[in-house]
């Protein structure tokens, strides 16, 4: 057999890949085995997956019981489609259960097949929405800088990382960006977003799309109050409030679903990514009781928009198995508890270290950040390659992390599997401090 790196290079275009460095070198890793919080590749090297893969391997990779539910599925039903009055009893009981976990009045759940299909998804329902309801100019969407929602045509649009706008030309029309309360205070930020529902016309805006802490972003923490404040606000403008959960639900941060941290119920959320801990592509958007209403009232004829795998069987049972684990071994109370040690070691590093930031994690997400001067908070020149130097460090002693280097910020983040235990937890800071000490001395700050 060919080599696999030769045929990769050959034949596979990844995503989100520095292509030209791929096409000549190849992939750097090749994953065969996952068990745990552990990745190991083909040369038999084991890593700990400080990011649980992408934001998404919730409960930790090897579960022989999703793989034996989704097999069990597959024998028994496949597939089957769920388009039009057909339905099945593992969407159903899935709805049912996602129902049963997000607060409040969010009680019914479209089904997508992961987090920009979402978030499209929920774009088109918000402008159907207000259509149905005869405000047809209600289009636009306001979302924040920074903020991540994925990359289909809507979600790439909402996105507030410009980098992600280029490869189709242009963003589409009626999206727009308020700045995001990283590095602005509540009162900014919501003057911001004011401001922008002011200038773009408040009887235009469908909805305001953020994220309870922006992830790609940096893991950008909002201060204690902005997501009310944000709550206020749409209400004070009846604009609705679309809450992106894809990486902060299913007990990612300490709690079942972000919001819950700060009391806040949006008129809906999209989800994906840790329903399934990945085992299975699957997303969703669950809506308010008051929009499911006004949708079944008031759509006329058929709803159009739909995927061939919306509410797939097996990844649907394999969601329900995945939660009913969480649940079981009480990971959300994990995710809490491992998240406060980590936070712990963070800021022992930071003690120890002269490069060290601002360091902060809500349950199993967290960031840290390099700076040239922590008293000043003095970034690097984007030249130094600061984060993905560490990166780098951290991947020769065997932990798989992620840098995000936007404008001049060199962010380190941190989500591990919420199934993580103390030793872990210490294993890995562990290797974060020595990473960051090596490149300390290598910048000779
Ligand atoms: N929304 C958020 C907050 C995300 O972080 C992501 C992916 O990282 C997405 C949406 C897009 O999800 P997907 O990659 O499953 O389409």
């Not at 909402?158 to 189709?168: K, L, S, V, Y």
């Not at 679309?242 to 990612?252: A, S």
């Not at 599997?417 to 872990?424: A, F, K, M, W």
Request: with cysteine.
């Amino acid at each position: 057999m060919k080599d696999l790196i030769e045929l990769d290079k050959k034949h596979f275009i990844h995503p989100t890949s520095p292509i030209q460095q791929q096409q000549e070198k190849g992939a750097k890793v090749i994953f065969e085995k996952g068990e745990g919080i552990y990745l190991t590749d083909r040369m038999g090297n084991t890593f700990i997956d400080a990011m649980s893969s992408l934001w998404n391997v919730n409960i930790g990779h090897g579960r022989k019981e999703l793989a034996e539910t989704a097999a069990k599925q597959m024998e028994k039903l496949a597939f089957s489609s769920t388009f039009s009055t057909f339905s099945h009893e593992p969407a159903i009981k899935l709805a049912e259960k996602i129902a049963s976990i997000t607060p409040g009045h969010l009680n019914a759940v479209f089904f997508t097949s992961g987090g920009s299909e979402s978030n499209d998804s929920a774009i088109k329902l918000v402008r159907h929405y207000w259509r149905i309801q005869a405000q047809p100019n209600r289009r636009k969407i306001i979302s924040l800088k920074r903020g991540y929602h994925g990359v289909a045509a809507g979600s790439t649009s909402a996105t507030g990382i410009p980098e992600f706008w280029g490869m189709a030309g242009h963003m589409m029309t009626d999206f727009t960006h308020a700045e995001s309360p990283y590095e602005n205070n509540t009162n900014q930020a919501i003057d911001s977003l004011r401001q922008v529902i002011e200038t773009e016309g408040s009887d235009k805006i469908a909805a305001v799309l953020v994220e309870p802490v922006q992830g790609a972003g940096g893991v950008l923490i909002p201060p204690a109050d902005y997501l009310q404040e944000v709550r206020d606000l749409c209400n004070e403008y009846g604009v609705l409030l679309v809450l992106d959960e894809v990486i902060t639900g299913f007990g990612r941060t300490g709690k079942m679903f972000g919001m819950e941290n700060w009391g806040v119920v949006p008129d809906m959320i999209t989800f994906a990514k840790g329903v399934t801990s990945g085992y299975f592509p699957l997303g969703g958007v669950v809506v308010s009781d008051q929009i499911h209403e006004v949708l079944k009232e008031k759509s006329k004829g058929t709803l159009f928009h739909g995927f061939t795998y919306s509410g797939h069987p097996a990844a649907a049972a394999v969601a329900l198995k995945n939660i009913e684990i969480i649940e079981r071994e009480d990971l959300v109370e994990n995710s809490r508890q491992m998240g406060s040690v980590m936070l712990n070691g963070f800021q022992h590093v930071k003690e120890d270290l002269n490069i060290v930031g601002d360091v902060r994690a809500i349950g199993l997400l967290g960031a840290v950040e390099l700076v040239q001067d922590p008293k000043t908070n003095k970034h690097f020149s984007p030249d130094a390659q600061v984060a993905p130097k560490v990166i780098e460090a951290l991947h020769e002693r065997g932990v798989i992390c992620r840098a995000v280097s936007y404008g001049n910020s060199d962010i380190i983040c941190f989500a591990p599997p919420i199934t993580i235990n103390e030793n872990q937890v210490n294993t890995m800071v562990g290797k974060l401090h020595d990473s960051i000490l090596a490149v300390q001395k290598q910048l000779s700050v």
